[in-house]
């Protein structure tokens, strides 16, 4: 995943904000999830997106940035999506080897019983999407993501799919 600039970041949230997205924001245990609620038309070709623009500042690295989920998404699962690339980008770490499927247990163990079975099937559906998104998107423009990204993503799906079968 590539890390984005202090502008970039700044251009995105502004673009939402003269949009009117809205903020919705989750306390999740010990997690306070804030994010944007962003039009699935934004994204056609990934059902179910989700959006993680960070950047790390290198003096402090401290991460910050903006996340944001597709409004397909059903509200109640929304706070689980935004969760998700938080741990992953701002706890766990952009350059660490498997946090994808870290941050998706992680993010597992937050999700009440009531909406688990919910939320894992949309997710492993999700991943599957985002594999073949990812390979569609390299082949288009090899800059844009990386074969790591999809390593990371596949843990994701088979932890899933274990998941499933416990």
Known sequence: ?????PQQVEQTRLFFENRGFPIEKAQLGNLEVSYWVIPQIMNSDLLDFALRMTTTNTETKEVSGI??????????LRPYW???EIIEFTEI??????RCSLAEQKTLSLVPDSLR???????TIFFTNLIDFFKKEIEKNPESYSKDDI???EASLRYLNQTIKI
């Not at 995943?1 to 600039?5: A, D, G, I, L, Y």
């Not at 079975?117 to 997710?123: A, D, G, K, L, T």
């Open 67 to 76: 996340f944001g989920v597709s409004d397909s998404i059903p509200a109640e």
């Open 82 to 84: 935004a969760a998700h």
């Open 117 to 123: 079975e919910q939320y894992v099937n949309r997710r």
């Open 93 to 98: 770490g952009i350059n660490t080897n498997g």
């Open 1 to 5: 995943m590539k890390e984005f600039s």
């Open 151 to 153: 390593r990371e993503t």
